[in-house]
């Protein structure tokens, strides 16, 4: 049964930075594309970042040039360095994993993990 599972949330001052960690296990980390998404209160859950397979990235327009998404195939890991904090940055942040390969499960989503960003 596949699983992420994040860290690294906490509360930081606006213009810090933090790095959340994604360990994933019981699926094949290397056929999926790994994302981060957030979600703050009263408001939908959007795209952070994606990284793909062969290491391609797409940011939201929001954090380009503030955040970094990067994964270790070797660590079953996912990784989001977030620089410049904003309290607009204030989120529950979540790992997921993406495939399109036949036959496994396409989707997986982690629990969370909360950052708050205080000015």
């Known amino acids: 049964q596949g699983k992420l599972v994040e860290s690294g949330g906490r509360l930081v001052q606006a213009g810090g930075s933090l790095r959340l960690s994604c360990a994933a296990s019981?699926?094949?980390?290397?056929?999926?594309?790994m994302g981060w998404y957030r979600q703050a209160p009263g408001k939908q859950r959007e795209l952070v970042a994606t990284i793909t397979t062969g290491g391609s990235t797409v940011y939201a327009d929001s954090v380009k040039g503030r955040f970094t998404i990067s994964r270790d195939n070797a660590k079953n890991a996912v990784y989001l360095q977030m620089n410049s904090l904003k309290p607009e940055d204030t989120a529950v942040y979540y790992c997921n994993a993406n495939t399109r390969t036949p036959l496994v499960p396409n989707n997986y989503w982690g629990q969370g993990t909360q950052v708050t960003v205080s000015s």
């Open positions: 019981g699926f094949i980390f290397s056929i999926y594309t």
